[in-house]
């Protein structure tokens, strides 16, 4: 069964040929480009191919690439997929807990060890971080993810959604 598209690239006919898209010469002696022609002679028209429209779901894995992509703090680049942010949020958590019960700027032993806390950069590179820089961190986190749930709601709610959506100009 010949369905949905045909152009022709360099003097092959690609066609959607039982779902499948297929190279065929534009050789009249051909098989399929018979078929094509008698199909077409029968009265079947065959419409140009047609990207389908980005849905709600394409710009979601979308936002979850970027959210996952990492994000900027104090100049440094740190990664931000889902088990990173877990461990940002649990680290804010205590470093708030730690800023409540009096822990000072500048103190890097705030979480009770016995070394600097420090948080490792998407670089690799260790960053010492004081239990404000800490609670900070955490609300950068928060900030990165939250730009990019808004920026996908934006998308969605338009009508329709951009063929190009995943381009730099419609994300933070």
Do not use: C
């Amino acid at each position: 069964m010949i369905d949905s598209a045909k152009y022709t690239v360099s003097g092959t006919i690609i066609a959607i040929i039982d779902g499948k898209q297929v190279s065929v010469p534009d050789d009249p002696s051909n098989r399929h480009r018979r078929m094509i022609a008698e199909w077409e002679a029968s009265g079947g028209v065959i419409q140009p191919y047609q990207t389908p429209a980005p849905t709600a779901a394409d710009v979601n894995a979308e936002r979850d690439r970027r959210i996952a992509d990492g994000f900027m703090f104090n100049g440094v680049q740190y990664q931000s997929g889902p088990e990173d942010r877990e461990n940002i949020a649990g680290a804010a958590t205590a470093a708030l807990g730690a800023i409540m019960n009096g822990a000072q700027p500048g103190d890097y032993h705030w979480h009770g060890g016995s070394s600097d806390f420090v948080w490792i950069a998407a670089d690799n590179t260790e960053h010492a971080m004081d239990a404000q820089t800490v609670y900070a961190f955490g609300q950068a986190a928060l900030a990165h993810k939250q730009a990019h749930i808004f920026a996908a709601r934006a998308l969605k709610d338009s009508d329709p959604i951009p063929a190009d959506y995943a381009d730099d100009q419609y994300w933070p």
